[in-house]
């Protein structure tokens, strides 16, 4: 399997039945390992299901994890980090492509370090009308409160320390791509 180090990939989000629900168009990869996969982005342009266009506000780290069924957003906000949490299935890379089914329920902490539920009732529309099974229910609710565990004891990925390392790294990176670009 190619490593994505150091590459530019797309980011794909999908419903549980297959369509698309959510494109990053370019985010850069800043740390794979065996267990998750890091990239980082800055205004990156995002396709919505209805083709709908947007462009991302701040920098963001986005982490991925292969056993995992969840993923994050770190968003770099004025007042701090806010993390944003998918309750989604493992990523699997295809075609240098990072992607995930996501099952709607998110889990949000500001930097002020409310923890917020949200998209409950989506969540239940979404669980009758794509008909998510028991075991996907009893896994995401398993993990809710895994997840808020981790939060509030502020372990990886919700390190604000280690969120702006890799932020860092992606710029020195990145900046050397574009000096490196512009010398041509």
């Known amino acids: 399997m190619d490593k994505l180090r150091k590459k530019w990939v797309e980011v794909q989000g999908y419903k549980h039945d297959g369509r698309m629900h959510r494109i990053w168009d370019s985010t ?3 740390e794979e390992t065996d267990e998750y996969i890091v ?6 342009k ?3 299901h209805d ?7 701040e920098p963001a780290i986005m982490v991925f994890f292969k056993e995992k069924w969840w993923n994050i957003i770190a968003m770099f906000k004025k007042g701090g980090i806010t993390y944003y949490v998918n309750l ?3 990523y699997i890379v295809d075609k240098q492509k990072i992607k995930y089914i996501d099952y709607d329920l998110d889990i949000k902490k500001y930097p002020d370090q409310e ?4 998209d409950v009732k989506e969540y239940g529309y979404h669980r009758k009308k794509y008909g998510y099974g028991e075991d996907i229910d009893k896994i995401l609710r398993y993990n809710i409160n ?5 939060m509030i004891n502020k372990e990886f990925p919700f390190d604000d320390n280690k969120i702006k390392e890799y932020y860092d790294l992606f710029l020195e990176e990145t900046k050397k791509k574009d000096e490196y670009e512009s010398e041509d």
């Open 28 to 30: 850069y990869v800043v």
């Open 39 to 44: 990239v980082s982005s800055k205004k990156v």
């Open 46 to 48: 995002v396709i919505e």
């Open 51 to 57: 083709f709908r266009i947007w462009y991302t506000k």
């Open 88 to 90: 989604a299935s493992p």
């Open 115 to 118: 923890i917020r539920l949200i």
């Open 146 to 150: 895994k997840i808020k565990q981790k």
